[in-house]
């Protein structure tokens, strides 16, 4: 009885703290998009979600832990939605894919305008490396299951390529201003259309 009873007083506790914890980095989203990565604060952050200092500090060390937390986030949505595009695009040529993949990330970055600026924010390596791994292993698998002749090194070689070109794309979109951001895409669809056309559907087989 002792032990159920300890259990129930734990659960909204522990809810609580989920909560606030979603608190914290919806506030910190809006401080990043707002001010920047660097000069965002943790005072500010605490400002904008109506809690204490001690609060945040309570759950996060510095803000690089809240940014770390954040982009966290970001990766298990993005790949969600990569895996409903890798779903809903079976049947479409690999053109096709590549270009609702780029769609997917710039609504992902338009709804999450904090996304762009905690690129500047410090990885974790380690966590770094599994999410990049991960993606580049899932892009493989697209290109292959259109293009089976390919084998799984060569599929997984463009998909590092293709992964790069678009985070490149990131760096430049985050720049330019917003008239100018739709050109820029429009011009990175080109650039990876030519590089997966040359490199998977006209590729010559050795």
């Given at each position: 009885?002792?032990?159920?009873?300890?259990?129930?007083?734990?659960?909204?506790?522990?809810?609580?703290?989920?909560?606030?914890?979603?608190?914290?980095?919806?506030?910190?989203?809006?401080?990043?998009?707002?001010?920047?990565?660097?000069?965002?604060?943790?005072?500010?952050?605490?400002?904008?979600?109506?809690?204490?200092?001690?609060?945040?500090?309570?759950y996060f060390?510095?803000?690089?832990?809240?940014?770390?937390?954040?982009?966290?986030?970001?990766?298990?949505?993005?790949?969600?939605?990569?895996?409903?595009?890798?779903?809903?695009?079976?049947?479409?040529?690999?053109?096709?894919?590549?270009?609702?993949?780029?769609?997917?990330?710039?609504?992902?970055?338009?709804?999450?305008?904090?996304?762009?600026?905690?690129?500047?924010?410090?990885?974790?390596s380690k966590?770094?490396?599994?999410?990049?791994?991960?993606?580049?292993?899932?892009?493989?698998?697209?290109?292959?299951?259109?293009?089976?002749?390919?084998?799984?090194?060569?599929?997984?070689?463009?998909a590092c390529?293709?992964?790069?070109?678009?985070?490149?794309?990131?760096?430049?979109?985050?720049?330019?201003?917003?008239?100018?951001?739709?050109?820029?895409?429009?011009?990175?669809?080109?650039?990876?259309?030519?590089?997966?056309?040359?490199?998977?559907?006209?590729?010559?087989?050795?």
């Amino acid at each position: 009885m002792d032990s159920d009873n300890s259990t129930n007083r734990r659960i909204p506790q522990q809810e609580r703290g989920e909560r606030r914890v979603a608190e914290l980095l919806e506030a910190a989203a809006s401080e990043f998009a707002e001010v920047g990565y660097g000069a965002a604060t943790m005072k500010g952050i605490s400002k904008r979600a109506g809690a204490s200092i001690g609060a945040i500090y309570q759950y996060f060390p510095d803000k690089a832990a809240v940014a770390s937390a954040l982009r966290i986030l970001y990766v298990n949505e993005m790949e969600d939605r990569w895996m409903k595009v890798e779903e809903a695009t079976a049947a479409l040529s690999v053109k096709q894919r590549i270009q609702r993949f780029v769609d997917t990330m710039i609504r992902f970055m338009g709804e999450h305008p904090s996304y762009i600026t905690i690129l500047d924010a410090p990885a974790d390596s380690k966590r770094d490396k599994e999410t990049r791994a991960r993606l580049r292993a899932r892009l493989a698998n697209v290109f292959q299951t259109r293009r089976p002749g390919v084998s799984p090194e060569h599929a997984y070689r463009v998909a590092c390529v293709a992964l790069q070109m678009i985070k490149s794309m990131n760096a430049l979109y985050a720049e330019a201003k917003p008239q100018e951001r739709l050109e820029i895409v429009e011009e990175y669809k080109v650039a990876l259309t030519a590089y997966i056309e040359k490199r998977l559907l006209h590729r010559k087989k050795q």
